[in-house]
């Protein structure tokens, strides 16, 4: 291997990375991808995204059939087959995994399974990447460029240790029984993910948030309607919590916290989830050897995604000022993969890139939330459309949340859109395309909408901006 002399070597094989090396190989770049796990695919897929959406799926099938009758048919008492779940969420895995190990072969990238450090800066053009490989070994891989890719690890609170009581977003994915009770320690994306999962499959589940609302991102309409909606289906969140301590026990654990009114609170529970965010993986890469000084772990770039240091690119969840979003790093390496092969190539704009939670209901954004545009010196005109009038959202029994579109007074331009309800993370797609094109309120006024379907709220929501909606 130290004899070859690729164009680009990658460090990491989740979204970014192998979305990366993908392009790039198509691009005619002779391509080497590094990732020290024993199947590709990252958080992500392993222990992520892919996982928590197939379990989600199993919970929204269980669900209906808890009310089948509702839709006409007679269901002999269900039960619910915990491996089962587990089962189908592996092989759901294990087929994408398969999948990336076909595309490396088809796509004629070099895939080696190792860990990969920087040794320095490039000499005659060239860097090399120290590989440590499973069996204890030590190769080097030359390259012209690298691109970094290493992802992110689950944060723990302090002075806590992950185990079979204290989960992370990596342990709950693997335990054999389904717990009756779950303490959720955090309200994002992943925090609000498992508590709907759980919820759904009979557990008690508790969520603790130390800010004022949950999914704290959102626009606040949002976070006031996840709100109403968990307390609803019987999910209890205690907001602006402080000062919280897990003691495990022969039951599980008891955890202790202080409530928003100065009270201090206990709840018993059979496991903890803590979900806290995420923290960037570049604490052993050789940051060091080179000109690259991370801030609070991540690195910082340019917006081509260049590093301080000539050659060196970083994608993913280790840059800084991105959110970490598979979809944002996966484009990161598109953007690199163009500009390494002298292709036409467009920066990630931070205010085009949608952020979806898979809840029940689901939640999708695009753009600026209210607040926000009115902090940036906006005029701003305010459509909201609830599903309720929508006849799709009707006939899949999912009438709970809203449309709601944030535009410019002054041009119609459209600023934001802000959905939560059914299928919300498929139909975000259009905000999205209506933002990166600036179109007006107007223009998706008078854009045709298939019907019947839940992407007509949209129109209608675009419509509530001139207080025209049609279905309310």
């Given at each position: 291997?130290?004899?070859?002399?690729?164009?680009?070597?990658?460090?990491?094989?989740?979204?970014?990375?192998?979305?990366?090396?993908?392009?790039?190989?198509?691009?005619?770049?002779?391509?080497?991808?590094?990732?020290?796990?024993?199947?590709?695919?990252?958080?992500?897929?392993?222990?992520?995204?892919?996982?928590?959406?197939?379990?989600?799926?199993?919970?929204?099938?269980?669900?209906?059939?808890?009310?089948?009758?509702?839709?006409?048919?007679?269901?002999?008492?269900?039960?619910?087959?915990?491996?089962?779940?587990l089962a189908r969420k592996d092989d759901v895995i294990t087929r994408h995994t398969k999948g990336l190990d076909f595309l490396m072969k088809k796509n004629k990238i070099t895939a080696i399974k190792g860990y990969g450090r920087l040794t320095g800066p490039a000499k005659d053009g060239v860097h090399t990447i120290e590989v440590k490989t499973a069996d204890g070994k030590t190769d080097t891989v030359k390259a012209k460029n690298v691109v970094l890719a290493t992802g992110s690890d689950a944060r723990m609170l302090p002075g806590y240790k992950a185990d079979e009581t204290i989960l992370t977003n990596y342990e709950i994915l693997k335990i054999d029984q389904m717990p009756k009770s779950l303490v959720v320690i955090g309200s994002g994306a992943v925090g609000v993910e498992f508590a709907s999962i759980f919820k759904s499959f009979g557990a008690e589940v508790t969520v603790l948030e130390m800010l004022p609302r949950v999914v704290p991102v959102e626009d606040e309409d949002i976070s006031k309607e996840l709100l109403r909606l968990y307390k609803k289906r019987g999910i209890e969140v205690n907001l602006s919590v402080k000062d919280t301590k897990i003691e495990k026990n022969k039951d599980g654990a008891l955890v202790t916290f202080t409530d928003a009114n100065g009270k201090v609170q206990t709840k018993q529970a059979e496991?903890?989830?803590?979900?806290?965010?995420?923290?960037?993986?570049?604490?052993?890469?050789?940051?060091?050897?080179?000109?690259?000084?991370?801030d609070r772990g991540f690195i910082m770039t340019n917006e081509?995604?260049?590093?301080t240091e000539p050659g060196i690119f970083a994608i993913g969840d280790i840059v800084g000022g991105l959110p970490q979003l598979a979809h944002v790093g996966a484009m990161a390496g598109l953007v690199v993969a163009a500009r390494l092969a002298g292709r036409y190539a467009k920066p990630i704009n931070r205010a085009r890139i949608p952020g979806c939670t898979y809840t029940d209901p689901q939640i999708a954004s695009v753009g600026l939330t209210e607040a926000q545009a009115k902090e940036k010196g906006y005029q701003v005109k305010v459509g909201k459309f609830p599903f309720v009038g929508n006849s799709k959202a009707t006939i899949v029994d999912a009438h709970d949340g809203f449309v709601k579109v944030v535009a410019d007074a002054k041009y119609g331009e459209i600023l934001g859109v802000h959905i939560i309800g059914p299928y919300a993370t498929e139909i975000i797609a259009e905000a999205v395309t209506a933002l990166e094109l600036e179109a007006t309120v107007e223009e998706m006024m008078f854009t045709i909408h298939a019907h019947p379907t839940v992407a007509e709220a949209l129109l209608d929501g675009f419509s509530s901006v001139e207080g025209m909606p049609i279905n309310v």
């Open positions: 291997m130290a004899d070859t002399i690729f164009d680009v070597v990658v460090l990491g094989g989740g979204p970014a990375g192998y979305t990366f090396a993908i392009r790039a190989s198509q691009y005619g770049l002779k391509t080497a991808l590094i990732d020290a796990n024993d199947r590709l695919g990252g958080t992500c897929l392993l222990w992520g995204c892919i996982p928590t959406k197939s379990m989600l799926f199993s919970a929204e099938l269980w669900d209906h059939l808890k009310h089948a009758d509702r839709y006409g048919i007679d269901v002999a008492a269900p039960a619910l087959n915990w491996k089962g779940v496991k903890v989830l803590v979900a806290v965010g995420r923290a960037p993986r570049t604490y052993d890469i050789g940051l060091d050897k080179v000109k690259i000084t991370p081509w995604m260049e590093t």
